[in-house]
């Protein structure tokens, strides 16, 4: 990935950098070794192999389903960054 490309595809990830960081040559390095990596493991045969939704094979304990009232809606009212009327407000993620 050159410069543009690597700039880029921080902008979309949303990850910052300070001015220390050099984002071009050192993080150009590592995400080429990454996607270096990824082409290698698209290159492996996997015909046999069946696909998995995780790699453990444990039984997952999972929590009743049920609801319960929160009684101190205003403590978490102070933990949202933009609560107004009643509302949780986010910023918008669809154009």
Same mark, same amino acid.
């Given at each position: 990935m050159d410069k543009n490309e690597v700039e880029k595809t921080a902008k979309l990830a949303r990850l910052n950098f300070s001015e220390q960081e050099e984002i071009p040559g050192d993080f150009s390095?590592? +995400?080429? =070794?990454?996607? =270096?990596?990824?082409? %290698?493991?698209?290159?492996?045969?996997? $015909?046999?192999?069946?696909?998995?939704? %995780?790699?453990?094979?444990? =039984? +997952? =304990?999972? $929590?009743?389903?049920?609801?319960?009232?929160?009684k101190n809606k205003e403590e978490l009212a102070n933990n949202a960054p933009d609560f107004k009327d009643g509302f949780y407000r986010v910023k918008k993620i669809i154009e």
């Amino acid at each position: 990935m050159d410069k543009n490309e690597v700039e880029k595809t921080a902008k979309l990830a949303r990850l910052n950098f300070s001015e220390q960081e050099e984002i071009p040559g050192d993080f150009s390095r590592q +995400l080429n =070794k990454i996607l =270096k990596y990824i082409g %290698q493991l698209n290159n492996l045969d996997t $015909a046999d192999i069946s696909p998995m939704s %995780q790699p453990l094979v444990k =039984k +997952l =304990k999972l $929590a009743d389903d049920t609801s319960r009232e929160f009684k101190n809606k205003e403590e978490l009212a102070n933990n949202a960054p933009d609560f107004k009327d009643g509302f949780y407000r986010v910023k918008k993620i669809i154009e």
